[in-house]
């Protein structure tokens, strides 16, 4: 298999646990970041789960309502798992937590050139390396995990540039 992204566009993929929260928050933060550049054209920009339970559900209340909060457009996205592809199709591929981690390494193929970060490795905030996952609440956790996102993101796009 063929890493595909190296061919044209910057890529990064986002994956928390479920695909409803940190994950699509990230991914619509990065996507407008770029968009605000008009850079939009060289980025694939995605998101996925570790889980299978949220599959084909849309983004969580909490997270649309927060990003709506910050003047981003409300995610549409549709909650998938990760894939062996993915390893492939990706420059970047981001985890939130630990556990986030050990799933996305124990699942890389050795032959995947693609780079997994934590996220929260990126964060001015040197408080805690960990993307919480505001999931179920209140709506301060979102707040938190949409600043924590918004400042990772923001330092990332400056490296990759």
């Known amino acids: 298999m063929a890493n ?18 940190r994950s699509v928050m990230a991914e619509q933060i990065l996507r407008e970041l770029v968009e605000e550049k008009g850079t939009s054209d060289q980025w694939k920009i995605d998101s996925a789960a570790t889980a ?11 997270t649309n309502e927060t990003l709506t909060k910050h003047n981003s457009k409300p995610s549409s996205h549709k909650a998938r798992q990760i894939s062996t592809q993915d390893f492939y199709d990706f420059h970047y591929i981001f ?13 890389k ?12 490795d990126l964060d001015t905030d040197k408080s805690t390396n960990t993307i919480i996952d505001p999931y179920p609440g209140p709506i301060e956790a979102f707040e938190t ?10 330092v990332f796009l400056s490296q990759a540039q």
């Open 4 to 21: 595909m992204a190296c061919e044209s566009k910057k890529s990064a993929l986002f994956v928390c646990l479920g695909n409803i929260c």
């Open 52 to 62: 299978t339970y949220n599959i084909g559900n849309t983004p969580y209340d909490l």
């Open 109 to 120: 193929p050795k032959e995947s050139t693609c780079e997994l970060i934590l996220l929260g």
């Open 95 to 107: 985890g939130f937590d630990d556990d986030n981690m050990r799933q996305l390494k124990k699942r």
């Open 145 to 154: 995990a949409y600043e924590q996102c918004y400042r990772c993101c923001k």
